[in-house]
């Protein structure tokens, strides 16, 4: 016999959907500050980010999709989108012939450049201007712990990243 579910409380019914209606406003928020900035959407920009934060503006494709937390079809998809545009390269890895790299272009370069100080203003205005410091370290705090109880390090983990 199924256990019965614990139900929310009336009160993390309220905390459950003020998330859900602020982080889903937040990403509409940021996918229409970049697509009017730059023609694309947010998730573009964080793996851009991320190779422009990567050791010669570049990474294996696994490891770009892991620090995007999509799955690697997502990835697949966005890079190829990413590659039309000019901004973002791939490479065959030369040590696993089944790997490849993605590789931050010059003109991607200059396209992040151009937008970042767009994107971090939409950012502070949207989020941390509405926030006192201590109000930021706990929402930071408290985003960790939840990130941490959903990204176990046991192997099979069901993530993104290796689906």
């Known amino acids: 016999m199924a256990e019965e579910p614990v139900w929310l409380t009336a009160e993390e019914q309220r905390i459950w959907r003020s998330y859900l209606h602020a982080t889903t406003l937040l990403e509409d928020h940021l996918d229409r500050q970049l697509q009017r900035d730059a023609g694309m959407p947010h998730v573009y920009y964080g793996l851009l980010v991320g190779l422009a934060e990567a050791p010669q503006r570049r990474l294996r494709m696994t490891e770009l999709a892991m620090k995007a937390k999509i799955t690697r079809s997502r990835l697949s998809h966005a ?4 590659e039309k545009n000019g901004w973002v390269r791939r490479e065959d890895c030369p040590s696993d012939k089944r790997g490849q790299f993605a590789i931050l272009t010059d003109d991607g370069h200059e396209v992040l450049r151009r937008t970042a100080p767009g994107h971090v203003g939409a950012v502070r205005q949207a989020l941390f ?7 930021q370290k706990s929402l930071g705090e408290i985003m960790e712990i939840v990130a941490e109880g959903l990204q176990p390090n046991e192997a099979g983990a069901d993530l993104p990243w290796l689906r």
């Open 79 to 82: 890079i190829a989108r990413l």
């Open 129 to 135: 201007e509405r926030l006192t410091p201590e109000q």
